[in-house]
Antibody
Framework: EVQLAQSGAEVKKPGESLRISCKGS????????ISWVRQVPGKGLEWMGR????????NYRASFQGHVTISVDTAISTAYLQWSSLKASDTAMYYC?????????????WGQGTLVTVSS | EIVLTQSPATLSLSPGERATLSCRAS??????LAWYQQKPGQPPRLLIY???NRATGIPARFSGSGSGTDFTLTISSLEPEDFAVYYC?????????FGGGTKVEIK
């Protein structure tokens, strides 16, 4: 069974760093791009960026470029989303998602989400 | 960036009724449009991809249609578990974009 298991909720202060994780199981991790999607509480979905686990190639949405970093550790089938300096506006639920086997940028398996709260 | 406009924002219906949700793109996305369902506290669930293809395990009461700029998600007869928020999403142009969502609520 394909699963994406995300790390637990985080509470941070502005300016702090953070890395959240997404562990894939039940499939060949390096064969499927992983994307990260943000959802501000009560709002819609925003695609942030993606990584190809086979070579760590990344693409970012322009509005997130330079503010977040997506990485991967294939040895443990885990993708990461990290911030070096959080802002209050980063408060949101973050989902990782795996693309369809036969379609890019459409996602059939999703993690359960990681809630990040940034508050002084 | 492409803009996806979903209408209506809220749809109030009773179980057993037919639901028709609209998604309009600011420019052609060909047939590269998907629909997702999201319930409170849950991640999105893929329903339809490439305008009209049901994802694995999705009941036949969900159907998608359209191409170019105008798309429709139809739920033929609402079940209690179908009351949720529905998002469309395009993958034709970079970056992938979601619509603002339509909430289907119990009347």
């Amino acid at each position: 069974e394909v699963q994406l298991a995300q790390s637990g909720a985080e509470v941070k202060k502005p300016g702090e760093s953070l890395r959240i994780s997404c562990k894939g199981s039940g499939y060949s991790f390096t064969n499927y791009w992983i994307s990260w999607v943000r959802q501000v509480p009560g709002k819609g979905l925003e695609w942030m960026g993606r990584i190809d686990p086979s070579d760590s190639y990344t693409n970012y949405r322009a509005s997130f470029q330079g503010h977040v970093t997506i990485s991967v550790d294939t040895a443990i089938s885990t993708a990461y989303l990290q911030w070096s300096s959080l802002k209050a506006s980063d408060t949101a639920m973050y989902y990782c998602a795996r693309r369809l086997p036969f379609g890019d940028n459409v996602w059939d398996y999703w993690g359960q989400g990681t809630l990040v709260t940034v508050s002084s | 960036e492409i803009v996806l406009t979903q209408s209506p924002a809220t749809l109030s219906l009773s179980p057993g009724e037919r639901a028709t949700l609209s998604c309009r793109a600011s420019q052609s996305v060909k047939d590269y449009l998907a629909w997702y369902q999201q319930k409170p506290g849950q991640p999105p669930r893929l329903l339809i991809y490439d305008a009209s293809n049901r994802a694995t395990g999705i009941p036949a009461r969900f159907s998608g249609s359209g191409s170019g700029t105008d798309f429709t998600l139809t739920i033929s007869s609402l079940e209690p578990e179908d009351f949720a928020v529905y998002y469309c999403q395009q993958r034709s142009n970079w970056p992938p974009i979601f619509g603002g969502g339509t909430k289907v609520e119990i009347k």
